[in-house]
């Protein structure tokens, strides 16, 4: 397993330029199974998640052609409705792959993803609404069995809760049923357009994009599409806080800021000096005032911003408040920081972050993808040497991460660790 080693405090400067978002490109690559037509993907990211995804369809019979960072997919080869454990425990987007399967060949078999350090992140809006369409389901050792005599068939649905993964594996189920199927209180993030986008591009029927209420007539069959994804606005805002905490000038580019629009406003409301161009944002040293934040689903402060939006704070003089709404167990990163010299109490789903304080380098250890996220923020503040353990969880979802930060002038290296 490698670790990262960082030497700080460290100055930013120069520009750093955004990877495609891992959470279009998996919904995107599951809906690939939608169709029997070939598909080009443009500028993937080269991230643990997208392989696991691009190894699951490769076991469905999916023909996968990678060169470079293009991706040709030949899905008229699916030969197989299941989705097995052995990959599915490693990445819970492979659910995104029911609703496509099940709505392709009218059965599937999809292991339950199973918890993950953040919580329990159950499946229960995605199942209960597959139901309504007419799928027949049930659950058994683990997997989720579910059939359908003929195809699925178009419904109103209304989700008890935003769910971005229920919300994508709903629309992609109802793009190849009968008849028109409506989505209400779907989620808003930037992520669901842009499958909505892609699904469109090949020929689907999407409409309502960027509303909570989504509107689905089922097609036929599609048509060969190459796609780009949209820029990745939880790695922007990683680079962003980044640049803040350690008071640099950094220009983060190839992302849409207006799918950050709250976190930058909050962020220009604490005193932050960023200028937000189309493509791009411009960070300029700046003294940040305490903050209040509340998790919420978009167009709220994203859960996924949450842990390094803290590494910041712990920069920043008094008592900031930061709650989470969303997931049940995500302050996994609060020890660590802790270890790290930040003086963070909890108190249920709320942390108090007092900060202002200096932060002295020591080993700490990555527990998910974001919460690593935060430990590289903490580490560049920190005095001393701060060595990162576990970065596969960075690798998950952070593309070249310390290459892009030793090309902002950062003082990190990447080693593997002995055993
Ligand atoms: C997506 O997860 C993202 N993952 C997550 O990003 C992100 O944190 C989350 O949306 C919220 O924005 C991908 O897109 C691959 P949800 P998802 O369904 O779809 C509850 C990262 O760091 N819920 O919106 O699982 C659930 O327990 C990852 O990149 C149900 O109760 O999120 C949670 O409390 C982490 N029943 C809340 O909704 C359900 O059937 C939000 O979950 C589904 C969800």
Request: proline share 4%; with cysteine.
């Amino acid at each position: 397993m490698d670790k990262i080693i960082i030497n700080g405090p460290c100055k930013l400067s120069g520009s750093v330029t955004i990877s495609k978002a891992k959470n279009a490109y998996l919904p995107i690559l599951a809906g690939v199974l939608l169709s029997n037509k070939k598909i080009t993907l443009n500028e993937v990211p080269n991230l643990r998640d997208i392989n696991t995804m691009l190894k699951l369809l490769g076991n469905l019979g999916v023909g996968v052609k990678r060169d470079g960072k293009t991706i040709e997919l030949e899905p008229a080869l699916l030969n197989s409705h299941e989705a097995t454990y052995d990959l599915v425990k490693t990445m819970r987007a492979s659910i995104f792959t029911l609703g496509p399967i099940l709505t392709r060949l009218h059965k599937a078999k999809v292991s339950l993803p199973g918890g993950c350090a953040i919580g329990t992140r159950p499946i229960d809006l995605h199942l209960s609404n597959l139901e309504k369409m007419g799928a027949k389901i049930t659950l058994e050792g683990g997997y989720v069995y579910a059939e359908t005599d003929g195809p699925l068939q178009g419904a109103h649905l209304v989700l008890a809760f935003p769910s971005v993964g229920a919300t994508e594996n709903l629309m992609m189920a109802a793009s190849l049923a009968e008849g028109q199927t409506v989505i209400e209180n779907a989620a808003l993030e930037p992520e669901i357009d842009d499958l909505a986008n892609f699904l469109n591009a090949m020929g689907g029927k999407v409409s309502g994009i960027g509303t909570n209420r989504l509107v689905i007539d089922g097609v036929k069959e599609f048509k060969e599409v190459e796609y780009t994804a949209i820029g990745d606005r939880i790695e922007a805002a990683t680079y962003i806080m980044a640049a803040l905490a350690t008071k640099s000038s950094v220009r983060v580019d190839g992302f849409n800021p207006k799918h950050l629009d709250f976190v930058i406003n909050l962020l220009k409301n604490m005193g932050a000096n960023i200028e937000v161009g189309a493509d791009f944002v411009q960070v300029e040293p700046s003294t940040l005032s305490l903050a209040k934040v509340d998790t919420a689903p978009f167009p709220g402060f994203p859960t996924d911003v949450q842990a390094q939006m803290m590494a910041l704070v712990t920069q920043v003089e008094g008592s900031s408040i930061i709650t989470e709404h969303i997931f049940e167990n995500r302050f996994m990163h609060v020890p660590e920081l802790i270890r790290l010299g930040a003086k963070i109490e909890l108190k249920g789903n709320t942390a108090v972050i007092e900060g202002g304080l200096k932060l002295i380098g020591a080993p700490v250890m990555c527990t998910d993808l974001r919460a690593s996220a935060a430990l590289i923020i903490a580490a560049l503040t920190s005095h001393g040497e701060t060595e990162i353990s576990r970065v596969y969880h960075l690798d998950r979802g952070y593309e070249n991460l310390d290459q892009k930060f030793k090309k902002l002038g950062a003082n990190i290296q990447r080693v593997s660790e002995e055993s």
